[in-house]
């Protein structure tokens, strides 16, 4: 991206430089209203910095240059002042953001702000489901909404917009997830905007959250209240006007990517501290936190639930024979052929070292020796660096009415594997949880 900087100190002109460049922005900088119109006329800019004063004039001036420039009358523009009380509609000419030059801490985080909400493509891209069955209107916001970039899926009936959101079934940031709802509320056929709304909000995922904005010409307050209640986040009156419609769309929608980057960041922040970065698993203390819920729901909701305990025969001889990178390289082929191996309500975790833990669900002694076995084949056949690895496995359960906790379950499948290595290793045991 490319910025543009007209600013009279010097100082500040590198510091904005500077400020931008942490951006990803590259800049062209001046001190004057000639050099700016030279460099506008001759160049595009994705962002535009002009003092209130120049060397030879007011910023005004050259703002209202390209207010009427064919190739920047769209361009963000960040007025800079030290009038700190000097607002953006107090200007006569348009401008994006005001900022006030108050010290450089403050400069920055103001242009930081301003270009993570307007800038950033996640915050003016986005997907939304659009439900309306008036051709007119319909086809009025269709055009308005797909002018602005927005991917816009548009359904005439509740019934098929309901279709389609089962079926879509990502959502926070993924590129493919809806990022609004847009319904009207007097549809024809059975279901009309507040059985959208119903559906929308009946899912406990992500999907579930999405911000919806309902279209009526009903100003009932009692109705308004209704849906607020029932999860409509913003109304658009009719007639629509075109600057309130992509305003109301602009907030909801960069309010939802907001949310979606914290919840990306405590996921990132989650999987730190409870994955294990070599191998993908779950780490001990992920194991130690979650294996007393996952066998209580067990016995709770009476089924039966196994452990493998897996270690790798012979490790050490790997790491001393052929390094430790080597090593890493078989625990992390080996973490990632257990991740594909049991199903997503397993918990898959390294135990330490070379030896790792999976609790599965819904799954009683005979066919925990069964995956075992087809594990132990597993790792047999991967052949990593083409070395020939293989392992010892003991097997555990706690089936319907059984006694027994984690710690039991481990010390037997712990007997399990010892039993394995004695009878001569690449075997699979299974022990009873006393």
Known sequence: MHALIIENNQVYRDLLAH?????????DSGDSIESARQYVDSESYDIICVNQELKDGPGETFVAYCNQHQSHQKTPILFL???RELRRDQLEVRVDD????????????QIVHFIDLHLDPVFFEGRILFVEDDPEVAADILNQLEETGYQVSHFTSV????????EVTIYGSHAEAYDLAITGLDLDGDLKGEDLVTHIRSYEDGRGFIPIMAITSDTDDQRRIALYKSGVNDFLSKPILHEELLARINNLITNKRLLDKVHDIRRELFELATIDKLTGCHNRHSLMEFSGKFISNARRHEYPVSMLVIDLDHFKSINDNHGHAVGDIVLELTGALLN???RDGDLVSRYGGEEFVVLMTHCDGENARRKAEDVRQAIENMKPEGLAITTSIGVTSLEVGDEGDFEAMFHAGDEGVYAAKDGGRNRVVFVKTA
């Not at 400020?19 to 800049?27: I, N, Y």
């Not at 006030?100 to 920055?108: A, R, S, T």
């Open 98 to 109: 005001v900022i006030h030059e108050l010290n450089e801490h403050q400069i920055e985080d």
């Open 159 to 166: 019934e098929s917009a309901n279709r389609e959101f089962e």
């Open 19 to 27: 400020t931008l460049a942490e951006q990803g922005f590259t800049s």
């Open 340 to 342: 594909e191996c049991f």
């Open 81 to 83: 002042t030290e009038n």
